[in-house]
């Protein structure tokens, strides 16, 4: 018995100390495999899971530095880029076939529908 105690003091305690090593807007979580980034915002994340790490708070995403920003701040760095690569890339098939709802950013596993119909 008393060795179950050290065992999970000792997870206590690297958990507290795994809290403080996150950065402005960020929070120790443990969730799937998923972190809310800019250019997957629309990405379905639930908040359970065994991948316990620092992810950004609520109304944050990453961006392409890895810093969490207000997601409403998240299509002003790439709207620069993608605009001056969309201009000499043209129309493709991929994103012309884009779709409110789609969950083709889903992993592996989930079942087709299990979230709902997205229409």
């Known amino acids: 018995m008393r060795c179950l105690?050290?065992?999970?003091?000792?997870?206590?305690?690297?958990?507290?100390?795994?809290?403080?090593?996150?950065?402005?807007?960020?929070?120790?979580?443990?969730?799937?495999?998923?972190?809310?980034?800019?250019?997957?915002?629309?990405?379905?994340?639930?908040?359970?899971?065994?991948?316990?790490?620092?992810?950004?708070?609520?109304?944050?995403?990453?961006d392409s530095h890895g810093v969490c920003v207000p997601e409403d701040q998240c299509g002003a760095e790439s709207t620069t880029e993608s605009s001056a690569t969309s201009s000499t890339s043209g129309n493709t098939e991929s994103d012309s076939n884009t779709e409110v709802g789609d969950t083709s950013t889903l992993k592996p596993g989930f079942p087709e529908g299990i979230f709902g119909d997205a229409a």
């Open 5 to 62: 105690f050290v065992v999970v003091l000792a997870a206590l305690v690297t958990i507290s100390l795994a809290k403080k090593d996150c950065g402005e807007n960020e929070e120790y979580a443990c969730k799937l495999n998923c972190d809310k980034r800019c250019e997957n915002l629309d990405s379905l994340c639930l908040d359970i899971g065994n991948n316990c790490k620092c992810f950004c708070v609520k109304g944050y995403a990453r």
